[in-house]
T-cell receptor
Framework: GAVVSQHPSWVICKSGTSVKIECRSL??????MFWYRQFPKQSLMLMAT?????????EQGVEKDKFLINHASLTLSTLTVTSAHPEDSSFYIC?????????????FGPGTRLTVT | QKEVEQNSGPLSVPEGAIASLNCTYS??????FFWYRQYSGKSPELIMF????GDKEDGRFTAQLNKASQYVSLLIRDSQPSDSATYLC????????????FGSGTRLQVQP
């Protein structure tokens, strides 16, 4: 099956610093990747849709200048949390659609747990 | 009204019983429906997807879709303790939107 990886799996950073999270599709090409955020005991909330070679589409309420998304290739998207604050502490999960897939299935990465102190 | 609604649970069933998980959605234009299982601290994993009204079976799992009632359910037969997790219902709303909208999830506990 299709595999999506994320790096790092967890990160602790100080308030005010920036953190970059990578999402890679390992055995397929993905023109579209999605970034979700999940707070404890809550569901996944879509933050943005990342399109290869173009600007990301952000959901309402998500600051695009704070959450920078780059989708430079068909296998890599990055999310940078700039000037992180404790309220940004969350579980960040990416997913990707297989370019050649005939279904609407999305493959999820294992997630990155961010803790801002 | 939330776009995708689920009872948060916990739903507790004895081992070997049938677990029934329910989900309703508000957008009649929704076209595809997914059930994900999420263990604590892990990302979701796809169990089943369904597009057409009726039932779809895969092993111990059966997804049921009723578009007229805007209702989708997941039945787990012969529930096992390893099935204990949070089950997320997700909906793809229309052709122009490729992202999934998730419900808040139902926590299932299978008692040995």
């Amino acid at each position: 099956g299709a595999v999506v990886s994320q790096h790092p799996s967890w990160v602790i950073c100080k308030s005010g610093t920036s953190v970059k999270i990578e999402c890679r599709s390992l055995d397929f090409q993905a023109t579209t990747m999605f970034w979700y955020r999940q707070f404890p005991k809550q569901s996944l909330m879509l933050m943005a849709t990342s399109n290869e070679g173009s600007k990301a589409t952000y959901e309402q309420g998500v600051e695009k200048d704070k959450f920078l998304i780059n989708h430079a290739s068909l296998t890599l998207s990055t999310l940078t949390v700039t000037s992180a604050h404790p309220e940004d502490s969350s579980f960040y999960i990416c997913s990707a659609r297989d370019l050649a897939g005939g279904t609407y299935e999305q493959y999820f990465g294992p997630g990155t747990r961010l803790t801002v102190t | 009204q939330k776009e995708v609604e689920q009872n948060s649970g916990p739903l507790s069933v004895p081992e070997g019983a049938i677990a029934s998980l329910n989900c309703t959605y508000s957008d009649r234009g929704s076209q595809s429906f997914f059930w994900y299982r999420q263990y604590s601290g892990k990302s979701p994993e796809l169990i089943m997807f369904i597009y057409s009204n009726g039932d779809k079976e895969d092993g111990r799992f059966t997804a049921q879709l009723n578009k007229a009632s805007q209702y989708v359910s997941l039945l787990i037969r012969d529930s096992q303790p390893s099935d204990s997790a949070t089950y997320l219902c997700a909906v793809k709303r229309d052709p122009g939107r490729r992202a999934l909208t998730f419900g808040s999830g139902t926590r299932l506990q299978v008692q040995p």
